[in-house]
T-cell receptor, first 116, second 112 residues
Framework: AQSVTQPDIHITVSEGASLELRCNYS??????LFWYVQSPGQGLQLLLK??????LVQGIKGFEAEFKRSQSSFNLRKPSVHWSDAAEYFC??????????????FGQGTELSVKP | DAGVIQSPRHEVTEMGQEVTLRCKPI?????LFWYRQTMMRGLELLIY????????DSGMPEDRFSAKMPNASFSTLKIQPSEPRDSAVYFC??????????FGNGTRLTVT
């Protein structure tokens, strides 16, 4: 069965420091992978996606993620965190055959706090 | 682009009452999804529609839950009768073909 694991429930980083959020997935075929961000009281916003091709994908707000098939990982990175990045981050894998964008299985999320 | 619109934003009701959540997808999108978010279970897919037809409702918890999509611009999720364990944030999302999801801001449901 497909699954997504985000090992870190909560991470705190200092403003300006680099960030890496971990994501591991279990999926039988080529995965379609996503990172979403959720601010309090808001819906989820897509940061970036991987469908195929270059394993390093760039997203919005200066985020990037690298797909590593050998490690079943899709970690999210940002070189310098801003206070406005404080939010909850969700990794997801597309589980549907016909709609890679929609039938998503989500990880439990990682809450990011940013220290001034 | 108005985005996915959900109503109401907050709903407080008593156990046993009927609850109806509403969703207007982004114009032109042909797939619509209902997700539920709780602390214990995270984000779960309840049901999704493609071209107004329910494709997969395996995530619907039980018969108390039902969803409809009478046309391309409107969907409802109904709970009858509601129970305290239904308290959660319910998200609607839409997409076009294989594009990623666009989420609404959710409806926070509290059943007392």
């Amino acid at each position: 069965a497909q699954s997504v694991t985000q090992p870190d429930i909560h991470i705190t980083v200092s403003e300006g420091a680099s960030l890496e959020l971990r994501c591991n997935y279990s999926y039988g075929a080529t995965p379609y992978l996503f990172w979403y961000v959720q601010s309090p009281g808001q819906g989820l916003q897509l940061l970036l996606k991987y469908f195929s091709g270059d394993t390093l994908v760039q997203g919005i707000k200066g985020f990037e993620a690298e797909f590593k098939r050998s490690q079943s990982s899709f970690n999210l990175r940002k070189p310098s965190v801003h206070w406005s990045d404080a939010a909850e981050y969700f990794c997801a894998v597309g589980a549907g055959q016909h709609n890679q964008g929609g039938k998503l299985i989500f990880g439990q999320g990682t809450e990011l706090s940013v220290k001034p | 682009d108005a985005g996915v619109i959900q109503s109401p934003r907050h709903e407080v009701t008593e156990m046993g009452q009927e609850v109806t959540l509403r969703c207007k997808p982004i114009s032109g999108h042909n797939s619509l999804f209902w997700y539920r978010q709780t602390m214990m279970r995270g984000l779960e897919l309840l049901i999704y529609f493609n071209n107004n037809v329910p494709i997969d409702d395996s995530g619907m918890p039980e018969d108390r839950f039902s969803a409809k999509m009478p046309n391309a611009s409107f969907s409802t999720l109904k709970i009858q009768p509601s129970e305290p364990r239904d308290s959660a944030v319910y998200f609607c999302a839409s997409s076009l073909n294989k594009s990623p999801l666009h989420f609404g801001n959710g409806t926070r449901l509290t059943v007392t």
